[in-house]
T-cell receptor, first 111, second 114 residues
């Protein structure tokens, strides 16, 4: 089955700097890669996703890249703000199937 | 519009008791998923419904866990003879249908077995 590895487990960046979270997946059949943000006591919130036929996608300060050959994908957050502090999960799935999550990255934005 | 809702938000029960957790998906969403999240971990898949039927229940840990979705909308996750290891946050997600991949999560039910 699919296995998703996520790094780093914890990341601290100065407010205004960029943050990068990297993930790898094992199943070449996976074709959908969502990213979720989870704040304390809340459910995961979908922030951006990418399909396997696309190499990069951007939405304001957030961008995701996908390298299908290497089975790598990454989340980039630019101009970080205090409200970006949360746990971020990468994930992989077939479109109709269950989502397999990474273990999460706790992002701290330092003032 | 309203998102996915889950009740109760918190449930404390004694070891050996039976519990039911409820999920109301986004209106019109045909697919519904249950996940379980332990402290410090990512959500782990339990079961997936397409309409009323369970399309994939491979994540249910054992036969103490069962879920239903009788009318293709609300779903109930049922846990018999609860054990302390069942303590976790149980998350529900819904998806619009076959043409859409996005899953939207509810706030979860925190289950504590004492």
């Amino acid at each position: 089955g699919e296995n998703v590895e996520q790094h780093p487990s914890t990341l601290s960046v100065q407010e205004g700097d960029s943050a990068v979270i990297k993930c790898t997946y094992s199943d070449s059949a996976s074709n959908y890669f969502p990213w979720y943000k989870q704040e304390l006591g809340k459910g995961p919130q979908l922030i951006i996703d990418i399909r396997s036929n696309v190499g990069e996608k951007k939405d304001q300060r957030i961008a995701v890249t996908l390298n299908k050959t290497a089975k790598h994908f990454s989340l980039h957050i630019t101009e970080t703000q205090p409200e970006d502090s949360a746990v971020y999960f990468c994930a992989a799935a077939n479109r109709d199937d269950k989502i397999i999550f990474g273990k999460g990255t706790r992002l701290h934005i330092l003032p | 519009g309203a998102g996915v809702s889950q009740t109760p938000s918190n449930k404390v029960t004694e070891k050996g008791k039976y519990v039911e957790l409820r999920c109301d998906p986004i209106s019109g969403h045909t697919a519904l998923y249950w996940y379980r999240q332990s402290l410090g971990q990512g959500p782990e898949f339990l079961i997936y419904f397409q309409g009323t039927g369970a399309a994939d229940d491979s994540g249910l840990p054992n036969d103490r866990f069962f879920a239903v979705r009788p009318e293709g909308s609300v779903s109930t996750l049922k846990i018999q003879r609860t054990e302390r290891g069942d303590s976790a946050v149980y998350l529900c997600a819904s998806r619009a249908g076959p043409s859409r991949a996005e899953q939207y999560f509810g706030p979860g039910t925190r289950l504590t077995v004492t």
